[in-house]
């Protein structure tokens, strides 16, 4: 999915390099790999270019900074579990999810052998259908809504709803530059 990209420029301009990332081989292979089989064959193959190898920045700067709530957390579409794994402690329980069981596989296992590795979980299902055992005080959404289809979106506010507490915390990060 492309990115939008800051600065002034002509709409021709954003036309000509959105077209120019439409045409990137790399990217026509990923859109056509989700397309026709799903995010399963990503993670088998490993086009993954949106997996970091480590922590989204800003979520480890919220928690140096004290300014990431704590409870129950979750972390829908959440791949390798980096996220999960940087925000897992005594104050932070972590409910990590993805549709993908080769991604969780890698999330519990890198995840094994860390000492916080009691304070989280990984769940292989579709977000649309989860019920968890209890509604979450903070739910961290990190490009999980826009790689949804924009049909979807109206499903996923209220899955959110549905699964945070009243008093609870929605973090998203949505289309990051």
């Known amino acids: 999915m492309a990115k939008p990209r800051m600065g002034s420029s002509s709409g021709d301009e954003d036309h000509?390099?959105?077209k120019d990332l439409g045409s990137n081989p790399k990217v026509v292979n990923l859109r056509r790999t989700i397309a026709e089989d799903g995010w399963e064959k990503c993670w088998e193959e490993g086009l993954?270019?949106?997996d970091l190898g480590q922590p989204t920045p800003i979520f480890t700067h919220l928690l140096q900074t004290g300014n990431l709530s704590k409870g129950r957390v979750f972390i829908p579409g959440c791949g390798s579990g980096y996220d999960v794994m940087a925000i897992a402690g005594p104050e932070r329980y972590v409910v990590g999810l993805d549709i993908s069981h080769t991604a969780i596989k890698k999330a519990e296992k890198?995840?094994?052998?860390?000492?916080?590795?009691s304070y989280c979980t990984f769940v292989a299902a579709d977000f649309f259908t989860y019920?968890?055992?209890?509604?979450?005080?903070?739910?961290?959404d990190y490009t999980f809504f826009c790689a949804l289809d924009p049909s979807m979106r109206p499903a996923w506010a209220k899955k959110m709803g549905d699964v945070l507490k009243p008093d609870g915390e929605l973090l998203t990060l949505m289309f990051p530059v």
């Open 110 to 117: 890198l995840s094994s052998s860390l000492p916080n590795a």
């Open 48 to 50: 993954t270019p949106w």
């Open 131 to 140: 019920q968890p055992s209890e509604l979450f005080d903070l739910i961290i």
């Open 16 to 18: 000509e390099r959105s």
